[in-house]
């Protein structure tokens, strides 16, 4: 399967999501790592919702019960975030609030696979983004994990994710070259948009997670808002890596260009980019 031609749909349909994002503006509670904090919550902003970041355990099932979606990323963990999570995460479920997990690491170290274990038991996520090792290590495939970075293309995890989202009743995100969406019912789509520079900056991933979040918030499907999401993540970037390149820069001019584009998307610019197959069904 490769990314064709999107229809008007497929267009109308994501642009409508962006549209009730940017509208809606939804309160998106991430508890979330050191390292991505900052670029998570600008890549939200620039979107159009309204980020949250905690993790004390005495207010996370508060602001769990308040927001829109929950994103729950395990990239710098301890052992008092973890008891934070599983709290937000029980919280967001009695609630009906979206759960977005981004399984950051999966495979690398016991501690990180016995946390994932612990947090998939408290509730099931509504999404699940991650590389192609993450998904693979996290659906119990064997995996090449290196620090948190892929060793494996994303077209390799498809079997892992159909699995895991059978098993979950998750949406499943493989993000890589292709990025790929699948959920319980076998709904499967296919994106071809993003620039390899994005792997170059930091957060990228996270903040692809984060958005999603934002866009479980007003999107009722999530499969449906996870394409979008991840569209508006990928075609963004490929905006922004034309434009930096064109400007003889490099990936330090990256993050600026791509929340200037994550902001200033036009319905235009989503019809000309949009390279998408499997999607709307």
């Not at 019960?65 to 934070?84: E, Y």
Request: glycine share 8%.
């Amino acid at each position: 399967m490769s990314a064709t031609t999107p229809t008007e749909q497929a267009i109308d349909l994501v642009w409508q999501d962006i549209y009730a994002v940017r509208s809606r503006a939804p309160l998106v509670h991430n508890i979330t790592n050191y390292v991505v904090m900052n670029i998570s919550a600008n890549a939200l902003l620039a979107a159009g919702a309204s980020p949250v970041m905690a993790h004390a355990p005495e207010e996370v099932a508060d602001l769990a019960r308040i927001a829109g979606a929950l994103v729950v990323n395990i990239g710098t963990l301890s052992s008092h975030w973890v008891a934070a999570m599983q709290t937000a995460i029980e919280a967001a479920h009695m609630a009906r609030t979206p759960i977005v997990l981004d399984p950051v690491g999966a495979g690398a170290t016991p501690f990180r696979d016995a946390t994932l274990v612990t947090l998939l038991d408290t509730a099931p996520p509504t999404v699940i983004r991650g590389n192609a090792s993450e998904i693979m290590a996290v659906a119990g495939f064997d995996a090449n994990t290196r620090g948190v970075d892929s060793t494996t293309a994303s077209h390799d995890a498809i079997e892992a994710a159909s699995q895991l989202a059978a098993r979950t009743g998750s949406v499943v995100c493989v993000s890589g070259e292709i990025d790929y969406v699948i959920d319980a019912a076998g709904r499967v789509a296919e994106l071809a948009n993003g620039d390899e520079w994005l792997t170059r900056m930091t957060g990228t991933g996270c903040s692809a997670s984060a958005l999603i979040g934002a866009f479980c918030a007003v999107q009722g499907d999530p499969w449906r808002a996870t394409v979008s999401a991840m569209s508006l993540v990928a075609i963004a970037g490929e905006i922004a890596g034309g434009k930096v390149r064109e400007r003889g820069q490099g990936v330090g001019s990256l993050q600026a260009t791509w929340l200037d584009a994550l902001q200033l998307l036009t319905r235009d610019q989503l019809a000309a980019f949009l390279r998408v197959e499997g999607f709307p069904q």
